[in-house]
């Protein structure tokens, strides 16, 4: 492993963000102070790899990550998924902010991700070599228990090889440890807020205000 000494680790926060919501950013707030990141890095997926195509287009999520975010000194806003035409996949995408112009392979690198995005991960491309990579943190999210025991075989057996009981322990290696934690309890989802919107339902108090307003300037969560 190279020596990372004296690197703050960053934090890498994914998501689909259709719509960003107080999960997100509570996730990533109480990430940042609980494992000590320097900074949380928001990339919005482009096209996601494993899903069905987003309601709003990539550049409307960005704009909404972009006004949620705004503000906030440790958040940072990565716009090259969104803006590529290709399918984004984490491992590609992590391994493009390990070359030497981005962060290359010293800094610790933090993977947040919620349980229920964590219990899924053995479907992505390339799922094993993500440790390589970064560190994952898992946050607690209501309805989605973090039990190693109901894990696909696979992953909990990666669990149980790496997972580390303090989140020093993040800051001592570039890549490679599974950290769960737990963060406030917000049962909301971006589907939540999609179907309130399709409903003609106040998403009022879920989402920032700032992204409220940009929504309702648009169409995209309304039916056509
Ligand atoms: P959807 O309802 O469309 O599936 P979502 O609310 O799960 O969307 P994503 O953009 O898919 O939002 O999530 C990005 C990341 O944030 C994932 O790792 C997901 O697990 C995590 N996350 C989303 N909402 C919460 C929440 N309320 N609590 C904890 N983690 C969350």
Redesign the pocket.
């Given at each position: 492993m190279p020596d990372n000494t004296g690197l703050a680790a960053h934090g890498i926060f994914g998501?689909?963000?259709?719509p960003v919501?107080l999960?997100?950013l509570r996730?990533a707030e109480e990430a940042a102070e609980s494992l000590g990141l320097e900074c949380v890095r928001w990339i919005p997926a482009g096209q996601p790899a494993l899903r069905e195509s987003p309601r709003a287009s990539a550049e409307q999520r960005l704009e909404m990550v972009r006004l949620a975010i705004a503000g906030n000194p440790r958040f940072a806003l990565d716009t090259a998924e969104a803006e590529s035409a290709q399918p984004s996949y984490t491992v590609p995408t992590l391994e493009r902010l390990r070359r030497p112009e981005h962060y290359g392979m010293r800094r610790p690198l933090v993977l947040l991700?919620?349980a229920?995005?964590f219990t899924n991960m053995v479907a992505w491309h390339r799922w094993e070599s993500l440790f390589d990579l970064a560190h994952v943190a898992v946050?607690h999210?209501p309805g989605f228990p973090v039990d190693v025991a109901g894990l696909p075989p696979p992953l909990a057996a990666v669990c149980r090889e790496r997972h580390c009981a303090s989140p020093a322990a993040l800051k001592e290696a570039p890549a490679g440890r599974v950290f769960t934690f737990a963060?406030t309890p917000?049962?909301?989802?971006?589907?939540q807020i999609r179907q309130l919107l399709c409903h003609g339902l106040s998403p009022r108090y879920l989402l920032p205000e700032a992204v409220i307003a940009y929504i309702q300037n648009t169409s995209f969560y309304t039916p056509s």
């Amino acid at each position: 492993m190279p020596d990372n000494t004296g690197l703050a680790a960053h934090g890498i926060f994914g998501g689909t963000f259709d719509p960003v919501h107080l999960g997100h950013l509570r996730l990533a707030e109480e990430a940042a102070e609980s494992l000590g990141l320097e900074c949380v890095r928001w990339i919005p997926a482009g096209q996601p790899a494993l899903r069905e195509s987003p309601r709003a287009s990539a550049e409307q999520r960005l704009e909404m990550v972009r006004l949620a975010i705004a503000g906030n000194p440790r958040f940072a806003l990565d716009t090259a998924e969104a803006e590529s035409a290709q399918p984004s996949y984490t491992v590609p995408t992590l391994e493009r902010l390990r070359r030497p112009e981005h962060y290359g392979m010293r800094r610790p690198l933090v993977l947040l991700v919620g349980a229920d995005a964590f219990t899924n991960m053995v479907a992505w491309h390339r799922w094993e070599s993500l440790f390589d990579l970064a560190h994952v943190a898992v946050a607690h999210r209501p309805g989605f228990p973090v039990d190693v025991a109901g894990l696909p075989p696979p992953l909990a057996a990666v669990c149980r090889e790496r997972h580390c009981a303090s989140p020093a322990a993040l800051k001592e290696a570039p890549a490679g440890r599974v950290f769960t934690f737990a963060m406030t309890p917000l049962a909301v989802s971006s589907t939540q807020i999609r179907q309130l919107l399709c409903h003609g339902l106040s998403p009022r108090y879920l989402l920032p205000e700032a992204v409220i307003a940009y929504i309702q300037n648009t169409s995209f969560y309304t039916p056509s």
